[in-house]
């Protein structure tokens, strides 16, 4: 024990508070009227609405770990994920879909059914006031996206969001200064400490010992003052909950050297690279005003692995997202009111060579390969987005992987020929991604998977893992209800367990 | 000095500024300030890429970067942006992002692009 930390004393500890911490508290938080003590530690601030009202550039610092640019240790991917109050529910856009039932008949985990998943997910969704944004509120960004689908017969549909009172400003994926979008920062954990849950933030986990979280607290600078004062603690529990992405928690797990042979921790990464696409417009469009997505079209998931979604992204991260620089680059951007934008997501597959390392100072490295079937999938994305955007009357389109910077309707026909798989160059075309996951996966094989299916990790049964570090392989969906969903589960095995747990 | 000169010509490329046009003090600031704040190692590695963006020029014009003339400089930096190695494709992709982040991250760009976001947006959706 160091010598200069405080000691506190739990019942549960729960690391990170987005989807899954924020959910693992909402649900045990109950628990708290019978005397047990809950806490959840958070690396990041809590947010005052003044925090998420500056330029693009600054909030995405405050927000985001690396300012949204995390990269890969061979740079050629960027990775999105928040810290803060709330976790990444705090950034990201509230799109509500359910796991593909295939996908969890495909994870093969005993016990867990994909109608258990979509129940539980169901269950979020009433929480969360998810719902069909009705037609008024739909922009055009959304409107043409959903025309040009239907105008070449692709799948489109309308999927809900979580938003409750929602002004439009459009900025989501910064945070809502409105509070409109129902994260775990605004419905779970409010919740968890109205009912004596108390949530710790600017707290960082350094590693963990039996049973012990070894945590500094240190002020940011801005946020609201953590409830700890700055220092060192050692914090207890009979359990804790690693709930702190599909980044940190298999960081955490490995600087922890914890007793228990996990050859699986850390591998099994997956993230849905996406690609941003752009195309203009003759005339202005509804783009930055209202909610920024409502519709998806899974036309080429079976097929070519891939997710079409509506999105709108600001100056800077429009401006890094296309290949080109100079006089046309800046011409497409001259008219951000003229943008029309597709998220393309791709559905990777889980590989043990992707995987989650950490460097000497014990901070996260991603060692990831985009594989061949990946690139054959962003690049079919692009071909098809671009039909989609000239179906909606678009009068040019940028391709990153094309042979020329503008695609024009004339060029509509050879879109094939115009954006090769040879274009699709590494370092090239700019590959982001938002949806971390696995990392800590479920398995009965301890050899392939960290923990069991109700997120215990094997060989310690006082620690438990609640996020999207779970998934076995990528949810080939916008994850944050399966991340809930699974959530939930993991507490109610806790819940069940508590009793049995020594101290 | 010489610095900021191979950088203003350098962001003023990538960017798709004129010839006649200069780069805002502000843009630069930004840039710089964003490489400072880099973890030791990526700056180490930013350093040396901007380095070989700066000099490797000389082999095929006789002359370093900021010493081409426009059209010389954009097609140095095609030939970085498709480079048959893809460390140099990636790291033309940073210095491009650096370049970018500096421009479009400057918090009055916004109306200059037509881009005006509102907090109360869905009031704006069918004006």
């Not at chain 1, 002004?167 to 910064?174: A, D, E, I, Y």
């Not at chain 1, 928690?249 to 099994?268: D, V």
């Not at chain 1, 393309?344 to 990831?368: K, M, W």
Request: proline content about 6%; some cysteine.
């Amino acid at each position: 024990m160091s010598s200069d930390a405080q000691i506190r004393d739990f019942d549960i500890v729960i690391i990170g508070s987005g989807a899954g911490g924020g959910t693992v508290a909402a649900e045990l938080a109950p628990l708290c009227r019978d005397g047990i003590r809950i806490a959840v530690l958070e690396a990041g601030p809590r947010f005052r609405p003044d925090d998420l009202r500056g330029p693009e550039i600054a909030a995405a610092e405050k927000l985001y770990v690396d300012g949204g640019g995390f990269f890969t240790r061979d740079r050629a991917m960027t990775l999105a994920f928040a810290r803060g109050y709330g976790g990444s529910t705090q950034v990201y856009t509230g799109t509500s879909l359910k796991i593909p039932a295939k996908v969890v008949a495909d994870w093969g985990i005993a016990g867990l059914s994909a109608d258990d998943v979509h129940r539980r997910s169901d269950k979020y969704m009433a929480q969360n006031n998810v719902h069909l944004l009705p037609e008024e509120l739909i922009n055009d960004n959304n409107r043409l996206f959903r025309d040009g689908c239907r105008k070449l017969g692709f799948r489109v549909e309308q999927f809900p969001v979580n938003i409750k009172n929602c002004r439009g400003s459009g900025h989501c994926n910064l945070g809502c200064e409105h509070g409109a979008k129902q994260g775990t920062n605004v419905v779970q954990l409010p919740a968890a400490e109205r009912q004596g849950v108390e949530v710790v933030t600017d707290c960082h986990v350094e590693r963990l010992g039996d049973r012990t979280c070894h945590v500094t607290v240190e002020p940011r600078g801005y946020g609201t003052p953590s409830r700890w004062a700055a220092g060192r603690y050692e914090v207890r529990a009979k359990v804790v909950v690693v709930a702190a992405g599909a980044i940190s928690s298999p960081a955490l797990l490995l600087r922890s050297r914890l007793p228990a042979k996990l050859p699986a921790l850390g591998r099994y990464f997956t993230c849905h690279p996406a690609l941003i696409l752009v195309a203009q417009h003759a005339s202005a469009l509804s783009n930055c005003h209202g909610h920024p997505k409502s519709y998806c079209s899974n036309q080429f998931a079976e097929s070519e692995g891939f997710l079409l979604e509506t999105c709108m992204y600001f100056p800077f991260v429009t401006a890094k997202s296309m290949a080109g620089f100079g006089r046309e680059h800046r011409q497409m951007l001259a008219r951000m009111d003229h943008l029309q934008m597709i998220l393309a997501l791709a559905f990777d597959h889980a590989s043990a060579s992707n995987r989650v390392r950490i460097d000497r100072q014990g901070g996260p490295v991603v060692d990831y390969t985009l594989s061949p079937a990946v690139w054959q999938s962003l690049r079919g994305a692009m071909v098809n987005a671009s039909r989609i955007f000239f179906a909606a009357g678009a009068e040019r389109v940028h391709a990153p992987a094309a042979r020329k910077f503008f695609l024009e309707p004339a060029d509509e026909a050879t879109l094939e020929s115009w954006i090769p798989q040879s274009g699709m160059l590494l370092g090239k075309v700019p590959i982001t991604a938002a949806h971390p996951m696995g990392g800590c996966r479920m398995g009965a094989d301890r050899s392939t998977s960290v923990t069991d299916s109700w997120g215990r990790v094997h060989g310690l049964p006082w620690l438990h893992v609640a996020d999207a570090s779970l998934f076995p392989s990528s949810a080939e969906a916008n994850p944050y209800l399966t991340v809930m969903a699974l959530a939930d589960r993991v507490a109610e095995g806790i819940r069940n367990r508590l009793p049995e747990l020594p101290e | 000095m010489a610095r900021s000169i191979f950088l203003e010509a350098l962001v003023a490329r990538i960017v798709g500024l004129e010839p006649s046009e200069t780069v805002p003090e502000e843009v630069l600031a930004i840039v710089q300030d964003a490489i400072a704040k880099r973890p030791p190692a990526l700056r180490k590695q930013v350093g040396l890429f901007l380095a070989l963006l700066r000099w490797l020029p000389a082999l095929r014009y006789g002359a370093r970067f900021d010493r081409l003339v426009p059209d010389q400089q954009i097609a140095v930096l095609t030939w970085f942006q498709s480079a048959p190695i893809s460390l140099l494709r990636k790291g033309f992709w940073g210095v491009k992002a650096l370049a970018f982040m500096g421009y479009y991250g400057r918090p009055e760009i916004g109306s200059e692009l037509g881009y005006r976001p509102a907090s109360g947006g869905n009031d704006l959706l069918h004006v």
